[in-house]
């Protein structure tokens, strides 16, 4: 079954709102084994509604619209669609009598705009909206469907859940459709795809290889599609085995999963409790941690110490070290490991210091030059980057690796 | 000018990953006058891409394209663009200049789909992407423009600024266009509103006014377009007066300017130094302090107390306040204000401990109870906040107020 999905509304024209609806309609349509190929977003104006609709019904099975549904801008969207299929509109009794009771329960009263809400196009199929006002339409042409829902989210999303979905399964039957993805962390895309070139040439044309690059990390999506759900699931667990025994610790998980996640469950697991000494990504890399719900079971805090004497003063870093080698090199990051791991009273603790940039580097030490080191009372390890001059992408690209080296080294 | 944004990746219509490119797109070509018209997301597939380069085509005067484009999957935009133009493809030797120096930069050897990468077509005018090794790629066919970039936002974002907008606003020329934006924080949107409905009503209607709210701000934009620039300067400044003074305190600065920018300023210029003592935020206000290049000239540090011992020993917050009033009060923060001011031995210090969520509420203090703190070395002021279940937004919502807090009291 292929689906195009329409949104209507300058908002998301003119960037003040991000289209979040199409995601979730795409996730819950994967599940029943239907296909989005097209999501395309347009003005509240008759014309182009009008012209996007036309041209969705070129290649499709089913049509998705939502938006343009509401007390205060329905019209537009209820006279194309009635124009579109030729039919006048008729008044509905039905959802009169539901915004009656609906506004009785909110003690409030109807205005004249609640009323008009209830004009229909003459063919459409009403769908019951528990959330809101504007039910659900529900169009058959020729052989094609046409649905039409308000924008608002949780009225999207209960129609959608309750009246288009349970209808689409029993009118379409698709080939089930699965997804599984690895992710990865420290190593690029290029490199990742030449290690796994010969799996992803040996692939049945059953399953399809996606990469997805971001900030020092790399998803591997790996989609099946497949008549006999058992023999889908058994290639693609086969082929994701593959691909991890290959990978091997460049994969810390699956799905949805986040990289700071991963790394809290590691040290919830094991029992370990973990603070930062930070420089120059300035609290950031503590931020990420602490953005997991309940990190404090094993979070104990940071000293971001972006001064010379706070690294002294708090983390015990030596005045000859600083001045001998600098505040960014790694005889001073190692000094920070042993500074905060017995400040906080830690098992572990990681430091990182850095010029972040855009100014500031030496012939020696260009912008983007860091240094990271994470220790226990036994051992400590060290990494440099040499990094690009734009501030924001080195902090970011930093705490990645080093919430990579915490799990590296917690695991 | 009339844009066509073209999104490519099976990623966003499955739903994998949420189109957050266009709105941003939007918003920066919204600011040079030009209008976004539709917006496209389609498959990585020759077909689908060809089919939407030709549907957008029809009825627009530039079509910008993320996505698609990277050491694993740009054959198949390039390919299609190339197709569409009817140009074979040629070897970029500056490309893989450009490739080989990075790679050099970095330490690691360039793999060979990285000198794939380098063939472009023919009529392209690369656009120079200093964040990535995929260039952007300028067309130009008959009269209208087609921008070809990848989709990682931070390249997208580059290539927009420095090579797409400026490109864009040399060639097109509208009716002049000029925004001001009045940046507020501290104040719902509806009451903004409230204070200046007269202001509103009185504006002539060569002016326009657009609420944009924000976590915790407010800003306030006033377009003119008018064919006599001076006049329309006049009019903006006339307008931009009014409002400001009318919203007194609340208004923190202009334009693009970043609350942190302002409170970074407000320091430097009052030879102030600050450090922050954070709980719940676990670090994030210091992030936010220190994305500003420069904050070391005013900010010392900070100490994450996520554990009430951090909080004790560091902070020297007394066990017995922890125990009559907890972690989460207005006693703790100030205590914490007095620990960092001894500890950093900085001018002012901002203390915040909440419950940042979902979880972790009681009857008392539910999720969602935040208190800060600042101070110097003569008084401490506190504000307490009482805000929702969403961790993330809590956290964020809570720095803007501390921001906000430095702002007023270093001011």
Redesign the interface.
């Known amino acids: 079954m292929k689906i195009h999905i329409i949104t209507i509304g300058d908002e ?9 609806n ?7 349509l ?1 599940l029943i084994g239907a ?9 509240d104006d008759e014309a ?1 509604i009008k012209h996007a609709l036309g ?1 969705a019904l070129l290649d499709t099975d089913v049509v998705l619209i939502t938006g343009g549904l509401g007390p205060t801008k329905d019209d537009i969207t209820k006279k194309c669609l009635a124009d579109f299929f030729e039919v006048g509109m008729v008044f509905s009794e039905e959802t009169h009598a539901r915004i009656l009771r609906l506004f009785e329960r909110w003690g409030r009263s109807p205005t004249p705009a609640h009323k008009e809400q209830c004009f229909m196009p003459a063919n459409a199929v009403l769908l019951k909206n528990k959330m809101g006002t504007a039910p659900g339409m529900w169009f058959e042409h020729n052989k094609q469907v046409v649905v039409s829902m308000p924008g608002v989210p949780v009225e999207m999303k209960y129609l959608m859940e309750f009246e288009v979905i349970p209808r689409l399964k029993e009118r379409f039957q698709g080939k089930p459709i699965a ?1 599984r ?1 690895i992710l990865t962390v420290g190593e ?4 990742i ?2 290690k796994i070139e010969d799996i992803e040439s040996s692939l049945p044309t059953s399953l399809k290889l ?6 020092g990390q790399v998803r591997l ?1 790996l ?1 099946g599609r497949n008549s006999d759900v058992l023999q889908m699931n058994r290639e693609l667990d086969d082929y994701i085995h593959q691909i991890q025994d290959r990978l091997k610790e460049f994969v810390f998980g699956h799905d949805t999963e986040r990289l700071e996640e991963v790394v809290g469950r590691i040290l919830r697991e094991r029992g370990l409790t973990l603070a ?1 000494a ?1 420089s ?8 990420r ?3 997991i ?4 079971d094993y ?9 010379n ?2 690294k002294q003063k ?1 983390l015990g870093v030596k005045a000859e070290t600083l001045e001998k080698h600098g505040a960014v090199s790694e005889a001073t990051v190692k000094e920070m490991v042993r500074g905060a791991l017995a ?3 830690c098992d572990i603790a990681i430091a990182i210091s850095g010029i972040a ?3 500031g580097g030496t012939p020696d030490k260009p912008v983007g030059t860091i240094w990271l080191a994470i220790g226990n009372k036994d051992k400590t390890q060290t990494l440099k980057l ?1 990094l ?1 001059k ?4 080195n ?1 970011k690209y930093t705490a990645v690796q080093g919430l990579n080296m915490i799990r590296l080294f917690a695991g």
Chains 1, 2 share one sequence.
């Open positions: 998301i024209l003119i960037g003040q709102i991000v289209d979040t199409s995601a979730w309609m795409a996730r819950q994967n296909e989005v190929n097209w999501i395309t977003s347009t003005s182009a041209n997804h993805t690029g895309e290029s490199r795809a030449a996606a990469f997805l690059p971001g900030l999506r989609t930062t930070e120059c990504t300035g609290g950031y890399l503590a931020h941690i602490t953005a719900p309940g990190a404090s979070f104990l805090g940071s000293t971001v110490a972006y001064s004497e706070v708090q400040l906080f009273g940039g855009p100014d040499q690009g734009d501030r924001k992408g902090i």
